[in-house]
C-alpha cells in the first residue's frame, strides 16, 4: 500500500543544516498531519492542515515550519535542530470533516523519516 | 490534554496463548482506533470503533470500546509471530474545523515467541 509517502526514509543532519521532509498523500485526503515519535513517549501532534490551512499548531518550536502548498503534499522544513529532535517523524492523511463522516474519522500513516540530528 | 494509558506496556507471549491489551482514559471520544506499527515503518489502521459496548472481531483479533466511550480492550487469541509489533490505541476528538484530532495511548509492545 502506497497511499500516503514520505521521503526521505532517513536523514542525519548537524545542528547548523537546513533540510526538509516531504510526504504526499493519494488517497484523495484533505485533512493533513505530522507527528513526533520519540521513544518511550506517545505519538505527538505536530500540526495540521485541513483543506491546506493550518489548522493546529501544538506550540511547536519555530525551527520546524511546515508547509502545504495543496491538498495532496505536505512539507516539513528543519533548520538549527537540536539533537533532542532526533526521532521518528511522521505524515498522515484523512478525509476531511467537512466532507465525510464526522465520528469514524481515520487516519493513514506514512512510513516515516527517521531524523538524527548530530 | 487527554490521555490515554495502554497497560501491559511491553508483552511477551508463546505462540499460541491469548492476550488482551487494554486503553484507558478519563476523557470521552466520539471514537477510538487501534493500529499497529512494525519497527521502521508507520502504524497501520486496524479497526474504528463508535458506539459504546462495540464489539468488533478481525480474525483473532477482537475489539471493544466501552460503554462510556472511555476505554476500549484488544484480544487476540492463539498469537502468532506475525501478531509482533506495537499497539496504539487512539482517542478521536472531532473539531468542529474540520481535521479531527487523535490523542494516541502509551503503547503496548507485544513480542510472540515461535
Known amino acids: 500500500e502506497t497511499g500516503v509517502t514520505q521521503t526521505p526514509r532517513h536523514l542525519v543532519m548537524g545542528m547548523t543544516n537546513k533540510k526538509s ?3 504526499e498523500q493519494h488517497l484523495g485526503h484533505n485533512a493533513m498531519y505530522w507527528y513526533k ?4 513517549k506517545p505519538l505527538e501532534l505536530m500540526f495540521v492542515y485541513s483543506l491546506e490551512e493550518r489548522v493546529e499548531n501544538n506550540s511547536v518550536p ?3 515550519s511546515p508547509e502545504c502548498p495543496n491538498s495532496s503534499h505536505l512539507f516539513l522544513h528543519l533548520h538549527t535542530l537540536q539533537p533532542e529532535d ?7 492523511s484523512s478525509q476531511d470533516l467537512r466532507q465525510g463522516s464526522i465520528v469514524k474519522n481515520e487516519q493513514f500513516f506514512g512510513p516515516g523519516t527517521r531524523l538524527t540530528v548530530l | 490534554t487527554q490521555l490515554l494509558e495502554q497497560s501491559p506496556q ?7 496463548e491469548n492476550l488482551t491489551v487494554y486503553c484507558n482514559s478519563s476523557s ?3 471514537s477510538l482506533q487501534w493500529y499497529r506499527q512494525e519497527p ?3 502504524p497501520v489502521l486496524l479497526v474504528t470503533v463508535v458506539t459504546g459496548g462495540e464489539v468488533k472481531k478481525l480474525k483473532r483479533l477482537t475489539f471493544q470500546f466501552g460503554d462510556a466511550r472511555k476505554d476500549s480492550s484488544l484480544h487476540i487469541t492463539a498469537a502468532q509471530p506475525g501478531d509482533t509489533g506495537l499497539y496504539l490505541c487512539a482517542g478521536n476528538e472531532a473539531w468542529l474545523s474540520g481535521a479531527n484530532n487523535l490523542f494516541f495511548g502509551t503503547g503496548t509492545r507485544l513480542t510472540v515467541i515461535p
Open chain 1, 21 to 23: 521532509l516531504k510526504c
Open chain 1, 37 to 40: 515519535q520519540s521513544a518511550k
Open chain 1, 62 to 64: 519555530s525551527r520546524f
Open chain 1, 86 to 92: 532526533s526521532a521518528l517523524y511522521l505524515c498522515a
Open chain 2, 10 to 16: 511491553f508483552l511477551s507471549i508463546q505462540e499460541g
Open chain 2, 28 to 30: 470521552v471520544f466520539s
Open chain 2, 40 to 42: 521502521g515503518e508507520g
